[in-house]
């Protein structure tokens, strides 16, 4: 299965912080979502084949990098309070519309 | 703007008995339309994918129905159990410059009580 970690993580204010996925394998696409308290999941970024693949409304502090053996990297720099949350990957097989995304259980981010 | 909105926000309901969960879309241009269960704490998982075509799909006690022309979905849970607790969320996958963006509600949180 699709794998995350670190399970929890504490931050501060303007710090960097990079949360790891490792995807199920044979699985070349990798998904991002931000989940607040409450709320459901929004599209962070997408990664095809290393490539970043399509972007949701986050600004460019917000990075990612997907690696050739299955894992991927959500990098967040200068963190604001307003990032505290569930970030949830997602892995599929291909990028097509109907192809299921499993996802991982979630880093939880708490920035003070 | 691509919107899913779902109803109730949270739900109560003794074991045994059924429900009915509301999802309400705006999104274009529609692919597919997803319902998954999310323990609190983890990862989402898919319960139901509908396509365009499909207008119902069932997955054991979960029966999921879609009417593309009114933009509505619901999701039945017969025979609820205590383990159905959890928030169950309505997702509509929308083709978007050549990837496959998934659209998320805020969730409707049901719990099931002895």
């Known amino acids: 299965g699709v794998t995350q970690s670190p399970t929890h993580l504490i931050k501060t204010r303007g710090q960097q912080v990079t949360l790891r996925c490792s995807s199920q394998?044979?699985?070349?696409?990798v998904s991002w979502y931000q989940q607040a308290l409450g709320q459901g999941p929004q599209f962070i970024f997408q990664?095809?084949?290393?490539?970043?693949?399509g972007r949701g409304n986050f600004p460019p502090r917000f990075s990612g990098l997907q690696f050739p053996n299955d894992s991927s990297e959500l990098n967040v720099n200068a963190l604001e309070l307003d990032d505290s949350a569930l970030y949830l990957c997602?892995?599929?097989?291909?990028?097509?519309?109907?192809?299921?995304?499993?996802f991982g259980p979630g880093t939880r981010l708490t920035v003070l | 703007k691509n919107q899913v909105e779902q109803s109730p926000q949270s739900l109560i309901i003794l074991e045994g008995k059924n429900c009915t969960l509301q999802?309400?879309?705006?999104?274009?241009?529609?692919?597919?339309l997803r319902w998954y269960k999310q323990d609190t704490g983890r990862g989402p998982v898919s319960l139901t994918i509908?396509?365009?075509?499909?207008n119902t799909k069932s997955n054991g006690r979960y029966t999921a129905t879609l009417d593309a022309d009114t933009k509505q979905s619901s999701l039945h849970i017969t025979a609820s159990q205590l383990s159905d607790s959890a928030s169950y969320i309505c997702?509509?996958?929308?083709?978007?410059?050549?990837?496959?963006?998934?659209?998320f509600g805020a969730g409707t949180r049901l719990a099931v009580h002895p």
């Open positions: 999802c309400n879309y705006t999104v274009s241009p529609f692919s597919n």
């Open positions: 509908m396509t365009f075509s499909e």
């Open positions: 990664y095809y084949r290393e490539e970043e693949n």
């Open positions: 997602a892995s599929s097989f291909e990028r097509g519309a109907n192809n299921e995304q499993f």
């Open positions: 997702v509509v996958s929308a083709l978007t410059g050549g990837y496959n963006k998934l659209i």
């Open positions: 394998s044979g699985h070349n696409t």
